[in-house]
Structure formats: structure tokens, C-alpha cells
């Protein structure tokens, strides 16, 4: 697969990581919602369960157990699709498929930081595409 040019700059607040410290701001954690569409690579259960292995690995995460890789929604074509959930031990990755824009809407959260913009560059570099929505939270 083809890896996009460069790595794109996605808009967020910079990160502070959580503080135990009385009386300092508290958060609970980094959550990045990315929207890719018109993806020109297949989304499918052995191109999200290599998406997600790689995703992982990138941002420094580490994967709890297996990732669940399911096609349901069938009765609707706005609810159809693929939908991944892989587990790490910060917390979760998902993503679902959009197969109406050729998408995938992903949502990485995690209480450990980690660079957006190498996510966005591993979502691309599997599916292709371009980011058409991408924020970054801190929760908490």
C-alpha cells in the first residue's frame, strides 16, 4: 500500500499529560476522532486487524488482547459496515466503516499521550483517502 507524501498536521489543544497533584488541572485522558473518506484501499477484517497492529505499535500503545472485527448494521445502508474495537491497556481504538463516502470514522482515547499526526499518517497509509474531519480532546 501506498503511504501518503507527508504527515499531515492535525488542529489540537496541546497535550497535558494527567496530574495527581492537589490542586493542579486534572485529565483523564487524549482522544483523537479521525474521518477519512474516499478511501481507495479496502476496508476489511484482515485490513483493520493489520491497521490496528500497526496503529498500535506507532503510537506506543499496547494491545490488550485480540481486536473484535465484526460486519453488521446490514439493514441499513447508513448503519452497514465493519467495526473494529481493539482494547489497549490505556484503553480503546475503534473504528467503523462508512461504505456510503468510502470511509472509516476512527476514535483512538487514550490516558497515555501519543501523536496524533502519526495516527492520522497510519490511517492513511492503509486506506488511503484524505482526512475529512480530525479533532483532539483531553477528557476528563
Excluded at 439493514?75 to 481504538?93: D, F, K, R
Aim: proline residues 8%; charged residues 15%; neutral net charge.
Amino acid at each position: 500500500m501506498s503511504a501518503p507524501a507527508r504527515r499531515e498536521t492535525i488542529p489540537h489543544l496541546p497535550w497535558t499529560p494527567t496530574s495527581s497533584q492537589p490542586g493542579q488541572n486534572k485529565t483523564f485522558g487524549m482522544h483523537m476522532l479521525l474521518d477519512l473518506r474516499d478511501c481507495t484501499n479496502p476496508i476489511r477484517e484482515d485490513t483493520l486487524t493489520g491497521w490496528v497492529r500497526d496503529l498500535v505499535e506507532t503510537i506506543g500503545m499496547a494491545a490488550y488482547g485480540p481486536p473484535l472485527v465484526q460486519r453488521f448494521g446490514l439493514a441499513q445502508p447508513h448503519t452497514a459496515g465493519w467495526t473494529l474495537v481493539q482494547l489497549i491497556e490505556t484503553s480503546n481504538i475503534t473504528a467503523h466503516e462508512m461504505p456510503q463516502t468510502r470511509g472509516l470514522a476512527v476514535d483512538v482515547f487514550s490516558c497515555r499521550s501519543f501523536n496524533p499526526d502519526d495516527a492520522s499518517w497510519v490511517c492513511r497509509s492503509w486506506f488511503g483517502g484524505w482526512v475529512a474531519q480530525a479533532s483532539v480532546f483531553q477528557r476528563g
